[in-house]
């Protein structure tokens, strides 16, 4: 991983980590949808005390932690597994509505709760989206906003609880946080 990257991804962790910790607690098991590197399944891993499990369309031939690929937006881990938290970092709006749907009810037969943190719907995040990931991933660019999660998952039979995010002036992304307890 170079060093840009390493450190964007560590700039993101200490914007997601104050309301992280208030979500999961230590010696939680989360399933990390969409972790990429696996960069941040670790600094999770590291920073909550957890185990955690890592998924993306691609391996990235790193292995922080235990990882996995995903196929046709199904989660693809062993049918054993189960987990007190599933994360999607920052990935949804990478996957067409429908993928959005598959995975969110993947996650639901594997966790207690789910935790989701998106780009907000706007300009900023747009061009960042398209400017700054890799040609191999996808640009679905199927972002919402508020409302538009909340009646998505409503749609899904699922309460979304919202949870504002605050963020250094530096830190150009405006980012939602949500949750839902399956319990």
């Not at 993928?99 to 061009?127: M, T």
Request: one cysteine or more; aromatic letters at 10%; proline letters at 4%.
């Amino acid at each position: 991983m170079n060093k840009i990257k390493k450190i964007m991804h560590e700039i993101k962790w200490n914007v997601m980590h104050p309301y992280y910790k208030k979500f999961i607690k230590p010696g939680s098991r989360i399933l990390d949808v969409g972790a990429g590197e696996l960069y941040v399944s670790k600094l999770m891993q590291d920073s909550l005390k957890c185990k955690v499990v890592g998924v993306d369309i691609k391996d990235y031939g790193t292995n922080f932690v235990e990882h996995y690929t995903i196929k046709n937006n199904e989660l693809n881990i062993p049918k054993r597994m189960m987990f007190d938290v599933v994360t999607f970092n920052d990935i949804l709006h990478h996957v067409d509505i429908e993928g959005q749907k598959k995975l969110i009810l993947e996650a639901k037969k594997v966790a207690k709760k789910i935790v989701i943190l998106e780009d907000a719907k706007n300009i900023v995040s747009y061009a960042l989206d398209i400017l700054t990931n890799r040609p191999s991933m996808p640009k679905a660019l199927s972002h919402k906003n508020i409302k538009e999660w909340i009646k998505f998952a409503s749609d899904l039979g699922l309460k979304l609880e919202y949870h504002k995010v605050r963020s250094p002036f530096y830190y150009p992304l405006k980012h939602y946080i949500f949750t839902i307890n399956l319990n």
